[in-house]
């Protein structure tokens, strides 16, 4: 036993040096690094630098996405894992010493946690600092978030050693990872949920705990959805309005005042022909048709007002044409969306055990492939 502890920790020590001597370690801090410079940089071109004034807006500017940027770095490390020994030969060296592949296998799941634990943590002192710049302290949710971004790096690790355990091509395997992780498993989450399903089990949805354990973020999300639902139903309420009897009345009134009689005797394509020439503002075209508008439309000296009024009469007749229901329609069922629901602050303890579960059912079959594995 004592003997296994030691050829794990001597594998971990070279897997991490190996790994911070390697180029995609360096590529993994450029990753972070960049993404901090870009969210910060946005910040000042949108001009919403002053309002990083809170910890739930500094978790929405710089948590939010994290997600993926450690799906980039898990798959930039961890998918290649066990491949690597494989594609560069170094494993005809490595398994004729006395060191047990079970011994190999939780070294490098051991360096590869503490090196993505580490990058992980530069990106955090980033995000850290600005908080202290912007809002004079951090909260200590905020330790929270840090430990569920390692836990997510850890479970998508597994995943990524399953795959590693797998394919021959380091290049295929990080490729395949990043698909998996950052396009297919959230749109199985989505298929699952629009059958009215729980998705609560899926890895990315665990791993949005990583923001969402920050109460200040779950209200800032709250406030500013209750915001999109009274513009919604505001939108609904002026919609319906032209849905009575005032709105064929209306038609009428304003058809009479932009119209001549010979308009409404005239066939559809005539018709359409008129209100073409009449919102493309074209007076060679009006001229065609002056005889089916009306003269006190034309003698109208604002072209804005004309516009309006024009504007006024084609968004009445789309209400009249059934358009307008479907638009409601569509604003109603928006506004009872999932995605649009008011959002609970999570079961911590339930994600981190869905998270702890992928790793450890990751790295399990991972072993499996790789004791039977030959080179």
């Avoid at 969402?212 to 999109?228: G, M, S």
């Avoid at 994600?351 to 080179?375: H, M, P, Q, S, T």
Wanted: one cysteine or more; charged letters at 15%.
């Amino acid at each position: 036993m004592a003997n296994d502890i030691s050829q794990i920790g001597v594998v971990a020590k070279n897997e991490i040096i190996k790994c911070a001597r390697g180029r995609k370690f360096l590529i993994s801090l450029v990753i972070v690094f960049v993404v901090f410079l870009l969210i910060t940089g946005l910040q000042f071109v949108m001009d919403s630098w002053d309002n990083l004034d809170s910890i739930g807006a500094l978790t929405e500017a710089y948590l939010s996405t994290f997600p993926m940027v450690i799906v980039l770095i898990v798959a930039l490390l961890s998918s290649i894992a066990l491949v690597s020994e494989f594609e560069e030969r170094t494993a005809l060296i490595l398994f004729t010493r006395p060191v047990r592949r079970t011994s190999i296998l939780i070294g490098k799941i051991l360096a590869c946690t503490i090196v993505e634990a580490l990058i992980i943590l530069v990106y955090y002192i980033l995000v850290a600092t600005v908080g202290f710049l912007k809002i004079d302290g951090m909260s200590l949710n905020f330790l929270t978030s840090f430990g569920f971004a390692v836990m997510y790096a850890f479970a998508t690790s597994g995943v990524a050693f399953v795959i590693s355990a797998f394919l021959k091509k380091s290049s295929v395997c990080t490729v395949i990872s990043i698909l998996l992780m950052l396009v297919i498993f959230p749109i199985v989450s989505t298929m699952v949920e629009a059958n009215d399903g729980e998705s609560w089990y899926m890895i990315d949805q665990a791993g949005e705990t990583i923001y969402t354990c920050i109460p200040e973020y779950v209200d800032r999300y709250n406030e500013t959805l209750d915001q999109i639902g009274n513009v919604v139903d505001s939108a609904v309420a002026i919609l319906k309005g032209f849905t009575d009897d005032g709105m064929t009345n209306g038609i009428t009134w304003l058809s009479g005042n932009i119209f001549s009689a010979e308009y409404f005797m005239a066939d559809e394509t005539t018709q359409q022909a008129v209100l073409t020439a009449l919102t493309s503002g074209d007076s060679a075209a009006i001229m065609e048709y002056h005889q089916y508008i009306n003269p006190s439309f034309l003698a109208i000296q604002d072209a804005s007002t004309q516009a309006s009024i024009l504007q006024m009469f084609m968004f009445l007749t789309m209400g009249a044409d059934g358009n307008l229901s479907g638009m409601i329609m569509v604003l109603e069922m928006m506004n009872s969306m999932t995605a649009l629901q008011p959002m609970d602050p999570p079961d911590l303890l339930k994600e981190f055990l869905v998270l702890l579960v992928w790793g450890i059912a990751g790295y399990l079959i991972a072993w499996i492939k790789f004791i039977r594995r030959e080179f």
